[in-house]
């Protein structure tokens, strides 16, 4: 690259359609659906420096410190973390982004990209990036169109005026015009015709370009947002967005906002393997189908199936299909999905259901994960509850107290500095620690490996709302 472009990484968003393994509390972007690497990881890593800057990282408040900790086990280190104050679809997200760059790069070009895709050739897509760069520095709002493996219903389609010629190096041409998701039959058409492709949601122009646009096309949305950039407040290394300038912030997506109504539009086609990982039909494929067409993931086995996903999420629980067609099924230790996989679009009714039905699991994962790690509910009756938790070296839990119950906790790996009121002791692995109801107390790895422990409590009420906090070095309330 002639100069470092700005990556802008979104990844605020909760979606249900991957449900359960992907929920509000922490959504398919940071699991490791495809790998080792969560979606999100991966994205950062397919634009390295020194062609790309560090990247703006755009998400809300729950998702902090989530991503900042994955973005840091992959030995890199974003340029800023915008904190939403809510979800305002893409459109608000990618306008503070070039709000917050043009304060220090003004002539600078930024690449809008989803943190849930997957692009298998990460090479060639940056090759496709250059390609696009002819097109920014000339003033133009670029997309990148993927070449249709399949007349795909699930996707909005790219209209070009001609055929691309796919045996050319990648180049940027004029974009038409954009396509809803169509039926069957159309998706069918446009794939035979050669003149459109799959809108892959990722964008790349000039700040400058892109701020123009939003000043033409949405003027009460810039002049919002505008307002709620200047006003917002560093917070722990995050910048969070003006809350009460963001309530004027209306929900658009960019392409409703300022891609359709704009004249100067370029897409350059990318001939690599892509996928949004919309549904679980699209997580069989990118898993890797045998010949029946069938994709297993943990430990799951199949038995004269055809055309179905078997994914298991626990190492303790074994999952076997028999004589299944068209099925998938997911089990977690906390909620199982059984359906046919041409219904994956529907998998968020589910949610729906569940959601108007008081149901946790719609949106809660059974994992909790906090700036200083995560815990999980092992067991819970009426008057106890048995927890497991993990404390990243250099954690510290908040210093608290509880008004209902009182608390056990057993280091069985690592070591732990506990304060029980005035009493600050070391304890290594086989040690154990009581915590009376209404004591002060705080927990921290001082250790540089994961600490593990199992905590017991025991009282007539267990929420997480029963923490009186005295101080907390993540400043939550």
């Given at each position: 690259?002639?100069q470092?472009?700005?990556?802008?990484?979104?990844?605020?968003?909760?979606?249900?359609?991957?449900?359960?393994?992907?929920?509000?509390?922490?959504?398919?972007?940071?699991n490791?659906?495809?790998?080792?690497?969560?979606?999100?990881?991966?994205?950062?890593?397919?634009?390295p420096?020194?062609?790309?800057?560090?990247?703006?990282?755009?998400?809300?408040?729950?998702?902090?410190?989530?991503?900042?900790?994955?973005?840091?086990q992959?030995?890199?280190?974003?340029?800023?973390?915008?904190?939403?104050?809510?979800?305002?679809?893409?459109?608000?997200a990618?306008?503070?982004?070039a709000?917050?760059?043009?304060r220090?790069?003004?002539?600078?070009?930024?690449?809008?990209?989803?943190?849930?895709?997957?692009?298998?050739?990460?090479?060639?897509f940056?090759?496709a990036?250059?390609?696009?760069?002819?097109?920014?520095?000339?003033?133009?709002?670029?997309?990148?169109?993927?070449?249709?493996?399949?007349?795909?219903?699930?996707?909005?389609?790219?209209?070009?005026?001609t055929?691309p010629?796919?045996?050319?190096?990648?180049?940027?041409?004029?974009?038409?015009?954009?396509?809803?998701?169509?039926?069957?039959?159309?998706?069918?058409?446009?794939?035979?015709?050669?003149?459109?492709?799959?809108?892959?949601?990722?964008?790349?122009?000039?700040?400058?370009?892109i701020?123009?646009?939003?000043?033409?096309?949405?003027p009460?949305?810039?002049?919002?947002?505008?307002?709620?950039?200047?006003?917002?407040?560093?917070?722990?290394?995050?910048?969070?967005?003006?809350?009460?300038?963001?309530?004027?912030?209306?929900?658009?997506s960019?392409?409703?906002?300022?891609?359709?109504?704009?004249?100067?539009l370029?897409?350059?086609?990318?001939?690599?393997?892509?996928?949004?990982?919309?549904?679980?039909?699209?997580?069989?494929?990118?898993?890797?189908?045998?010949?029946?067409?069938?994709?297993?993931?943990?430990?799951?086995?199949?038995?004269?199936?055809?055309?179905?996903?078997?994914?298991?999420?626990?190492?303790?629980?074994?999952?076997?299909?028999?004589?299944?067609?068209?099925?998938?099924?997911?089990?977690?230790?906390?909620?199982?999905?059984?359906?046919?996989?041409?219904?994956?679009?529907?998998?968020?009714?589910a949610?729906?259901?569940?959601?108007?039905?008081?149901?946790?699991?719609?949106?809660?994962?059974?994992?909790?994960?906090?700036?200083?790690?995560?815990?999980?509910?092992?067991?819970?009756?009426?008057r106890?509850?048995?927890?497991?938790?993990?404390?990243?070296?250099?954690?510290?839990?908040?210093?608290?107290?509880?008004v209902?119950?009182?608390?056990?906790?057993?280091?069985?790996?690592?070591?732990?500095?506990?304060t029980?009121?005035?009493?600050?002791?070391?304890?290594?692995?086989?040690?154990?620690?009581?915590?009376?109801?209404?004591?002060?107390?705080?927990?921290?790895?001082?250790?540089?490996?994961?600490?593990?422990?199992?905590?017991?409590?025991?009282?007539?009420?267990?929420?997480e709302?029963?923490?009186?906090?005295?101080?907390?070095?993540?400043?939550?309330k």
């Amino acid at each position: 690259m002639s100069q470092p472009i700005v990556p802008v990484i979104l990844c605020g968003g909760s979606g249900t359609r991957l449900w359960p393994l992907s929920r509000a509390s922490y959504p398919k972007q940071f699991n490791r659906i495809l790998g080792e690497k969560s979606l999100f990881q991966a994205s950062v890593e397919r634009l390295p420096e020194p062609d790309f800057a560090p990247p703006i990282v755009v998400t809300n408040s729950e998702f902090r410190f989530i991503a900042t900790e994955q973005i840091g086990q992959i030995g890199r280190a974003p340029g800023a973390v915008l904190i939403e104050p809510d979800g305002r679809n893409t459109a608000p997200a990618v306008l503070a982004a070039a709000l917050t760059v043009a304060r220090t790069a003004p002539d600078g070009f930024l690449l809008v990209c989803p943190s849930d895709h997957a692009i298998a050739d990460a090479t060639a897509f940056r090759t496709a990036v250059r390609a696009g760069m002819r097109a920014a520095i000339d003033g133009d709002l670029v997309t990148f169109g993927i070449v249709p493996e399949r007349a795909e219903t699930g996707y909005g389609w790219l209209a070009l005026d001609t055929a691309p010629d796919m045996e050319a190096p990648p180049a940027p041409l004029k974009l038409a015009g954009f396509v809803e998701k169509p039926d069957v039959a159309t998706a069918e058409a446009m794939q035979a015709g050669g003149r459109h492709l799959w809108n892959s949601g990722i964008f790349l122009f000039s700040v400058k370009a892109i701020l123009k646009a939003f000043e033409t096309h949405q003027p009460e949305m810039t002049a919002a947002v505008r307002l709620a950039v200047s006003r917002a407040e560093p917070d722990l290394g995050f910048l969070r967005l003006d809350p009460e300038s963001w309530t004027a912030v209306p929900e658009e997506s960019i392409d409703y906002a300022v891609m359709e109504k704009s004249a100067n539009l370029a897409v350059v086609p990318f001939a690599g393997h892509w996928s949004d990982l919309g549904s679980w039909d699209s997580i069989a494929r990118e898993m890797g189908l045998d010949e029946n067409g069938v994709a297993l993931s943990g430990p799951a086995h199949a038995i004269d199936c055809e055309h179905t996903l078997l994914r298991s999420e626990s190492p303790e629980q074994t999952l076997v299909g028999i004589g299944l067609k068209n099925i998938v099924a997911v089990a977690m230790h906390d909620a199982v999905l059984v359906a046919d996989i041409s219904d994956g679009q529907r998998v968020k009714e589910a949610v729906a259901l569940l959601k108007a039905e008081g149901v946790k699991q719609a949106t809660e994962f059974p994992r909790y994960h906090r700036p200083w790690g995560w815990y999980e509910t092992l067991s819970l009756g009426t008057r106890f509850q048995v927890k497991r938790i993990m404390v990243h070296p250099g954690g510290t839990l908040s210093l608290q107290s509880h008004v209902h119950r009182a608390e056990h906790w057993v280091v069985v790996q690592g070591a732990a500095r506990v304060t029980v009121g005035e009493k600050v002791q070391l304890l290594s692995e086989n040690q154990s620690v009581y915590i009376p109801l209404g004591d002060v107390h705080r927990l921290e790895n001082p250790g540089k490996v994961d600490l593990h422990l199992i905590e017991v409590q025991v009282g007539p009420y267990l929420g997480e709302d029963d923490i009186i906090r005295y101080e907390d070095v993540y400043a939550r309330k």
